[in-house]
């Protein structure tokens, strides 16, 4: 848990009463491969920090295909449903993709924190604000790259995801076929 405490520390201060009111608050849960963090239809009381594994966001399309939208590395901060006032549905699913570690806080302990540490909706602010602009920075140029490019990128985006995740979601992903991405991958060998 040490790991989130960290990276909170990255976007603002707090005190050790503050760090032990935070631990006190949180829960480790471990999911193992292809278990689910949420579901869609399901809803979401708790959100979630990755300190190890892999997940990934997808849904399916008119025709029922499986579309990746995004991975979730280590050291992300997942916060669908974190408002207190509502309750949020997905229409996505998280998957691990292997065995993953998150750190977690219930909607109650989510608010609670949120109501005691001053500050502590300024650092979420700050750490949403920098996901956010990283999730457009790697999705926005996908859009205007030849399937080649988009897989390269990937590779210098993502070096630790081309030998962890399957090919058929880095595919999906990247908006190719499978097979497309085998070509790539010989051609470029």
Request: hydrophobic share 35%; charged share 25%; aromatic share 12%.
């Amino acid at each position: 848990m040490d790991e989130f405490i960290d990276y909170l520390l990255q976007f603002g201060n707090l005190n050790q009463q503050q760090k032990d009111l935070i631990l006190r608050k949180a829960q480790v849960i471990e999911l193992q491969k292809d278990d689910y963090f949420w579901e869609a239809g399901k809803k979401i009381n708790y959100v979630g920090f990755t300190t190890k594994g892999i997940l990934r966001v997808y849904y399916y399309n008119n025709q029922g295909e499986e579309i990746t939208r995004y991975f979730i590395e280590e050291h992300l901060l997942i916060l669908y449903g974190q408002d207190s006032d509502s309750i949020y549905v997905p229409s996505e699913y998280l998957q691990a993709l292997e065995r993953s570690e998150l750190v977690t806080f219930s909607k109650q302990h989510w608010k609670e924190i949120s109501d005691t540490i001053i500050g502590w909706d300024n650092i979420i602010q700050k750490i949403v604000a920098k996901q956010h602009r990283e999730k457009l920075d790697r999705r926005s140029q996908l859009v205007s790259q030849d399937a080649t490019t988009r897989y390269l990128e990937f590779m210098e985006k993502f070096p630790d995801l081309v030998n962890r995740v399957p090919l058929s979601h880095i595919a999906s992903y990247l908006g190719i076929t499978q097979s497309s991405l085998s070509r790539i991958r010989k051609n470029i060998g």
